[in-house]
């Protein structure tokens, strides 16, 4: 869970604060190498516009060890929907979504760990892929092993 700031460019709209979260599961392929699935989503409300994205993917994580410090790379599926609070009017749109975390980690006890990442998020949508949701925020962890 964490927060951050969104904007997509073929509204130019931006918001100041988006709320974030995902949920990930996976195991560890070879070594510090883990794959694992991803179900992400942003929301924001400027109190004109909702946005959202929701996004689904398989990701990579590398970690650095023994700092344990991650890189994780994802590329799917990505959903950008938009509402216009004052008239209720809708559209939503999918796209390829990529998304690029680095973090760190620290062991609370032999089977967790909690932690801070950066993660920033972009989804090319559109029949045309003429709208770009662009997403950068920072996250907390808690690890499960």
Known sequence: MGFGSSAQTRSDY????????????GGRLIGNLTLHGRLAHNISDDGEVEGSA????????????PVNIYLTGGAGFGEVTRVLIETDHSSTTTGIALTLDVGKEWWVSANWGLGIAGRICHIRSGQDADIEYYSGGLLFSATFQ
Do not use: H, R
């Open 14 to 25: 931006e918001t100041e604060l988006t709320g974030l979260w995902s949920v990930d599961v």
């Open 54 to 65: 929701t996004l689904l993917m398989p990701a990579l994580s590398y970690y650095f060890m």
